[in-house]
């Protein structure tokens, strides 16, 4: 599947992202030799190398950090596709189609394709897969509604959910949908970089040539139903940590790709480099204290209003990330299916008006507030910044900095801290609802806020029958979340791709970065 958003951080709990968007379909038929890549320019490389910001958390699809998809993508095809617009399309399933009340989906799985392992891709084994995935994958919180995997016949099987769900067939192209072997499931503990991979998918997890923490070599499947995904001889991902490191593999050819940020975008532009980027990344603070459980201002919606009205967008991205970004007050970025016109105006910078609105409720002479952040991707510069345009309205800034996930997951989430520094990626709504503010947002909504509103309009959108009546309640479901200020976004910040000259397919048609590397080919440019 396409992963659109490539990780700024090795930290998935501070940066959920996007898998694409989110346009489903009732009933799809398709064929895998037309859902590769456009590379009419293509030749078959030798080495691709690839440049990934941290080691691989996991090589099993259940643990693998959702930010560094490729370390699965390679190996484990997914039974749906999804483009970089969404558009779903064949994967390990020729066919797919949801029933009338959208709560079962079918899936008719391709003939004769089988496992890295050699046993077979059928029915049973799927539903092996997706029951050992909706059990225990870090994606499963998003999917409870799946009640029951069935298999049909050896070719067929229904994934079943408890309440109408449109968007059931873009779970099948994200994480959920890597399919395990049965043989891989059993012996899921052995899942590990000193063993092959058990997937079904372009390529296979060589343990002799890789070294768990430095480098990861995937070969060719030859098994592989779908050659027009086979670039490559072989594909490495190389750990390089350090940006400015990155940056210099790739002008030297130690690796063809690399993703960035803003602080090495000018340094890869003089080396020239390919560059590709996009705002897709939201920067700003998670306001989880809403019932006002540890800091009973944040109880207020007028203080978090406030807290809105006093951040000086425009002069922190220009300072911050100059051309490259840009300034958001909600969540959804500009061309997703939950982006809201009206919300994009809602709180222009004016302390004044946060001055007012903290005296309306009760707070004239301030408070202190405590925060969560964190050293990592400019988080805590934000903060410090912040922390100087709200001193002025009277709200105090207590940040507490930590350094490491753990520290920064559990704080998240033990109700100590009203006030969390975040980086969350764009996604469709449907998915972003549920990780990021719905109740099933674990590790988003840490004190468990609850809004008959969202849920309401949030089932709407499952019972929709077409995306226009679909995408009307993301937008109300934005409005309303932008309106009631559980979160104050401050700007959008880019993902970059850099490759080498040589590389196609790291660029979409809207410009921005594709984020998979089953997509990019050799091509004859110097």
């Not at 960035?260 to 980027?277: E, M, N, P, R, S």
């Not at 764009?426 to 719905?438: N, R, V």
Request: aromatic share 8%; with cysteine; net charge negative.
């Amino acid at each position: 599947m396409h992963r659109r958003s490539a990780a700024i951080s090795a930290m998935c709990v501070v940066t959920a992202l996007s898998i694409g968007a989110c346009t489903g379909s009732k009933a799809g038929v398709g064929d895998a030799a037309s859902t590769g890549s456009t590379a009419g320019d293509a030749k078959l490389g030798g080495t691709l190398t690839v440049a990934m910001q941290a080691p691989a958390v996991g090589v099993n699809p259940a643990t693998v950090n959702g930010a560094f998809g490729n370390y699965t993508a390679l190996d484990y095809d997914t039974l749906l596709r999804a483009d970089y617009q969404g558009k779903i399309s064949a994967g390990l399933a020729s066919a797919w189609a949801m029933s009338d009340n959208n709560q079962t989906l079918t899936l008719t799985l391709r003939s004769g394709v089988t496992f890295s392992d050699g046993s077979a891709v059928d029915a049973a084994a799927v539903k092996k897969s997706l029951d050992y995935m909706r059990a225990n994958s870090s994606v499963a919180s998003l999917y409870t509604d799946i009640t029951s995997v069935d298999v049909v016949d050896a070719s067929h099987v229904t994934v079943k959910t408890s309440q109408p769900d449109s968007q059931l067939p873009t779970a099948m192209a994200g994480l959920l949908g890597e399919v395990i072997s049965p043989k891989g499931v059993d012996g899921i503990k052995g899942l590990t970089v000193d063993a092959p991979s058990a997937g079904a998918g372009a390529y296979v997890l060589d343990p002799k040539a890789s070294l768990s923490g430095d480098h990861y070599t995937y070969t060719l499947n030859p098994s592989y139903y779908d050659k027009s995904r086979q670039h490559w001889k072989k594909i490495v991902l190389k750990v390089v940590t350090d940006p400015q490191a990155a940056v210099n593999a790739l002008s030297t050819g130690q690796v063809q790709q690399a993703t960035g940020d803003f602080t090495t975008a000018k340094q890869a532009a003089g080396a020239g480099l390919q560059i590709a980027y996009k705002p897709t990344i939201w920067f700003g603070f998670n306001l989880i204290d809403r019932g006002g459980e540890v800091s009973k201002p944040l109880g207020d919606a007028r203080v978090r209003q406030a807290i809105n009205y006093a951040i000086d967008r425009a002069t922190l991205e220009k300072a911050t990330l100059g051309d490259y970004g840009a300034v958001t007050d909600q969540p959804s970025a500009k061309g997703d299916n939950g982006y809201s016109e009206a919300a994009a105006t809602r709180y222009p910078y004016d302390p004044a008006k946060a001055k007012a609105l903290l005296a309306q409720a009760g707070y004239a002479d301030g408070f202190d507030l405590p925060v969560l952040s964190v050293h990592f991707e400019g988080l805590d510069q934000l903060t410090e910044a912040v922390k100087a345009m709200l001193d002025p309205i009277g709200i105090h800034l207590k940040p507490n900095y930590v350094s490491d996930e753990q520290s920064y997951a559990g704080g998240s989430t033990d109700r100590k801290w009203p006030v969390v520094a975040v980086g969350y990626g764009s996604q469709p709504m449907d998915q972003m609802a549920k990780g990021l503010f719905l109740p099933t947002a674990k590790a988003f909504n840490g004190f468990g806020t609850v809004s008959p509103e969202l849920q309401r309009y949030f089932d709407a959108s499952l019972t929709a029958t077409t995306d226009a009546d679909r995408n009307a309640q993301y937008v109300k479901m934005e409005d309303w979340v932008v309106e009631n200020a559980w979160f104050a976004p401050v700007m959008d910040v880019p993902v970059f791709s850099y490759a080498a000259k040589n590389l196609g397919g790291v660029e979409n048609p809207d410009g921005s970065p594709d984020g998979n590397a089953l997509d990019w080919y050799q091509t004859t440019a110097s």
